[in-house]
């Protein structure tokens, strides 16, 4: 069974960077598509960006253009999100997730079969 595990969130200055990681111990991830979500209160779950399996075509939401990029190392079986510029907008549960097809659908929550626990990003001063 497929398990995400998101790690690499905490607490940043606004202006301050992180970087997120996304792994699946014991599963290959180089044939999913996957993609990072965020989750603020109150908020619906929405697309962060989006990778390829061979990583070589991205998707981004405007708010992140720009300041986050998405990127993988399949010999790693790993994929990253680094966040610059964070401002405090970008606070949220940071979740990845991994679908079988990389397409323009990519923002939809129900394009995706498997869902990490989430990760914390707090943007404070």
């Known amino acids: 069974q497929l398990q995400l595990v998101e790690s690499g969130g905490g607490l940043v200055q606004p202006g301050g960077s992180l970087r997120l990681s996304c792994t699946a111990p014991g599963f290959s991830l180089d044939r999913k598509a996957i993609a990072w979500f965020r989750q603020a209160p109150g908020k619906e779950r929405e697309g962060v960006a989006c990778i390829s399996t061979r990583g070589d075509s991205t998707y981004y939401a405007d708010s992140v253009k720009g300041r986050f990029t998405i990127s993988r190392d399949n010999a790693k079986n790993t994929i990253f999100l680094q966040m610059n510029d964070l401002k405090p907008e970008d606070t949220a549960i940071y979740y990845c997730?991994?679908?079988?097809?990389?397409?323009?659908?990519?923002?939809?929550?129900?394009?995706?079969?498997?869902w990490g626990q989430g990760t914390q990003v707090t943007v404070s001063s």
């Open positions: 997730a991994a679908a079988g097809r990389f397409g323009s659908s990519w923002y939809r929550v129900r394009s995706y079969d498997y």
